[in-house]
């Protein structure tokens, strides 16, 4: 589906008629990603993202699969071939601080692809589709993280995974048993190692599925923009191929320029001095802390340190830390304004700029902070803004705020007149 | 309906979390914010040597004659106790030793092997080809002799260690009696938590995370280790200094390559990005006037 002006694909030679008949793939990209696609002239630098988060899922993929050929899930010997990886590999080095910056650079990315569609609430109607499909990529994408940093079999692999898995422990009844099943054992061990190294090589491809039906139901409406007026008519847009592909060419280099940065001259900066060291069940680290992306929702966990009722203090954080991912899949009924672009809504937007942002950051620092005062009772009172600020003051925000007029159209808000 | 169920849901999980605030709130104003612990009260942070390394920064190089000095170092002093069991003792070619100096220095470490007539567990002499060996047959005989405290294999100690190599560097020049070292407040640990005294066969040092360590200080007099003519007077610092950068070596060897790999990669990218805008502005030329008004 397209705009009716879209342009049309037409085979430049004989054998690409022939190829058109026969298995129309040129058509499909041409209609997908080049000229045949018309895209919202007005996209800014934060539209860049998506095809940046593609990118870094093909790196992954790509150096994930030159790590495999060299590394054995085996817990006697997993954190010995990631050394030989770093030592005896030809650029084995580069592969691996290539996977993991990799992996930070494809979750700073995913998070500025996230907000956003916070700020610009590209999560309406009648892009609800993209949008729940995106909070499944972001799930699988922490749950293939989470089994990748197992892998190398260092203290903090250990100890993540003795933490993150004991979580399910919290669980009434089923949780002990469920916990144990998970792992195929009562800790961490040869058993959990083969399975999450297992599921760490297929899930990047469920997420690549995942990723295919997410822009199959973005090319249904096409991409939102920055005004939040949807499209009306040709002077509206561009053709994604050459000018998006150009834009997203320039973004892409000066990302790489950033990531190239750290991966050469920086590649232990994010992770934790810990993973250096041989796993071992019976010393156990000073702060065990999960890898930075996993943060917030970390102080999340820790934020409820007491019992509340008859929920125990464990599981309320357990649920907590579910909840603040699960929530985004309601946004786009709990948001109820008419209009989408943050830059239209007064109200909405002072809340994002100076409490949804700062309580984020908030949450940032204080999931990589030991749990001590006065680390535990910020995070405490982010913890509480987030929620409130998704269900509670979105709801009755966006029912009652006055918004700006808006531009009538795309046109309008770039040329100043609708021609 | 949804936005009603919503609001209690948001608020339930609001009051929950106050409610943890409130408690902690209650506490710490009853019973103050955190204890003070020795290991705040004494802990110091590693810092550099007079000079730092020459590895160090962007344009970092290693210095061979270091790393020699310190190989020295370690093979003298610390094998006695701790292994190098990532490192191939091949690897040292890279430090500028000739392949003849290499299999000799391979030949003077006792590795594990199998008698071939007997089929027996016993030692034989290193080939290049092998790793720096463990002094102990197993953890077990590690503890035993260290007073229960295994030395720890070093290949990655400069990386296992926040600042890493300055940490082996201060560790080692670290150590101080605790009787009479002041801290900034300008207490003794045996004035102020007389219960972290070291105990038996236990030694202080206050850049260790918990003050006291199973580790004598193995470096303590100036000239333990005689270096080659040509190279500085083995001064405790020295060999400190020498010991920490062969440690960074030995942590990552590809370190340097890693650095120097690095700057034609951004210089590319670099130019490449610059082709890159240009072209998006080039392309862009006819769609975008000048922002209106
Ligand atoms: C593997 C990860 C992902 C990839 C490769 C990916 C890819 C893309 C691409 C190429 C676009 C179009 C370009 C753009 O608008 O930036 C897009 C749009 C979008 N994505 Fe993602 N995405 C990923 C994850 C996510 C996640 C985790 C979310 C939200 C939770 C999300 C939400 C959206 C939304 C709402 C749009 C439409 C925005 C608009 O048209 O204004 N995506 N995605």
């Not at chain 1, 320039?250 to 790489?256: I, M, P, R």
């Amino acid at each position: 589906m397209s705009f009716p002006w879209a342009r049309q694909y037409e085979p430049q030679n004989g054998f690409m008629k022939w190829m058109d008949e026969k298995l129309p793939l040129p058509r499909f990209v041409y209609n997908a990603v080049g000229a045949g696609y018309p895209v919202p002239r007005n996209l800014n630098y934060m539209w860049n993202f998506g095809v940046l988060a593609g990118f870094f899922l093909m790196l992954q993929i790509v150096t994930g699969i030159i790590l495999a050929m060299h590394y054995a899930a085996n817990a006697e010997v997993a954190f010995g071939t990631t050394e030989h990886i770093m030592r005896d590999v030809n650029w084995g080095w580069l592969m691996r601080y290539a996977h993991a910056n990799g992996a930070s650079f494809f979750f700073i990315v995913i998070y500025l692809h996230i907000f956003r569609g916070f700020y610009f609430s590209s999560y309406k109607a009648p892009r609800e589709m993209i949008w729940l499909l995106g909070v499944v990529i972001f799930l699988l994408m922490m749950a293939t993280a989470f089994m990748g940093y197992v892998l190398p079999w260092g203290q903090m692999s250990f100890w993540g995974a003795k933490v993150i898995t004991g979580l399910f422990g919290a669980i009434p009844l089923v949780g002990e048993p469920l916990q144990v099943w998970l792992l195929g054992g009562f800790a961490p061990d040869n058993a959990a190692l083969n399975r999450f190294f297992s599921l760490h090589y297929l899930l990047p491809f469920v997420i690549v599925a995942v990723v295919i039906l997410h822009i199959w139901a973005l090319h249904i409406p096409g991409s939102s923009n920055p005004t939040g007026v949807e499209v009306k008519q040709e002077s509206d847009t561009v053709p994604f191929h050459p000018y998006y592909t150009a834009k997203d060419g320039f973004g892409l280099g000066v990302v790489l320029i950033a990531y190239f940065a750290m991966v050469f001259f920086l590649p232990n900066y994010l992770g934790h001095p810990d993973n250096y060291i041989e796993a071992n069940p019976l010393s156990t680290p000073a702060h065990i802390v999960p890898e930075w992306y996993f943060w917030p929702f970390y102080a999340i966990l820790r934020a409820f340190t007491a019992d509340f009722f008859f929920i125990p203090a464990k599981l309320m954080g357990v649920l907590a830390m579910f909840a603040a991912i699960l929530v985004w899949f309601f946004l786009p009924w709990l948001d109820k304004s008419p209009v989408r672009s943050g830059h239209y809504r007064p109200t909405f937007k002072k809340f994002f700029w100076f409490g949804l942002i700062p309580a984020m950051a908030v949450l940032f620092w204080c999931g990589g902070a030991p749990a001590e005062e006065p680390y535990v009772m910020l995070s405490q009172i982010a913890t509480a803004y987030y929620f409130l600020h998704f269900l509670v003051i979105l709801p009755i925000v966006s029912s009652v705020e006055k918004t700006k007029p808006l531009p009538n159209s795309i046109t309008e808000a770039v040329l100043g007149s609708d021609n | 309906m949804i936005r009603l169920i919503s609001i209690l849901v948001g608020l339930g999980f609001t009051a929950a979390v106050l409610w943890a605030f409130g408690n902690g709130a209650y506490t710490a104003v009853t019973e103050g914010m955190g204890e003070r612990t020795a290991e705040k009260a004494f802990h110091l942070h590693p810092h550099a040597p007079e000079g730092g390394y020459s590895f160090e920064g962007p344009f970092g190089k290693w210095d061979k004659q270091q790393l020699q000095r310190g190989y020295q170092v370690y093979k003298e002093v610390c094998a006695a106790c701790h292994s190098l069991k990532f490192v191939a003792i091949r690897d040292l070619e890279q430090l500028g030793y000739s392949e003849a100096e290499v299999k000799a220095e391979a030949a003077s470490f006792q590795v594990p092997g199998i008698d071939p007539n007997t089929g027996e567990a016993t030692t034989r002499p290193g080939l290049p080809t092998d790793n720096f060996p463990s002094p102990y047959p197993n953890k077990i005989a590690a503890a035993a002799a260290n007073n229960n405290a295994i030395p720890p294999d070093l290949s990655l100690m400069a990386k296992a260690r926040h600042n890493g190599t300055h940490y082996i560097y201060s560790l080692l020049t670290g150590y101080a009696d605790p009787a009479v070292y002041k801290n900034e407040a300008g207490e003794t640990l045996a004035e102020a938590f007389p219960a972290t005294m070291p105990g038996t066969g236990l030694h202080f040092n206050p850049y260790f995370a918990n003050l006291n360590l199973a580790m004598a200080p193995p470096l303590n007099s100036d000239g333990q280790v005689t270096y080659a003519e040509g190279n500085p007077e083995p001064t405790v610092h020295q060999m400190a200094e020498d010991v920490s950068a062969f440690l960074t070596w030995t942590a990552e060897p590809t370190m340097v390559k890693r650095k120097q790999t690095g700057w034609p990669v951004l210089g590319f990218l670099l130019f490449a990005s610059i082709l890159a805008f240009l072209a998006y502005k080039n392309i862009w030329a006819g769609v975008k006037p000048k922002k209106a008004g």
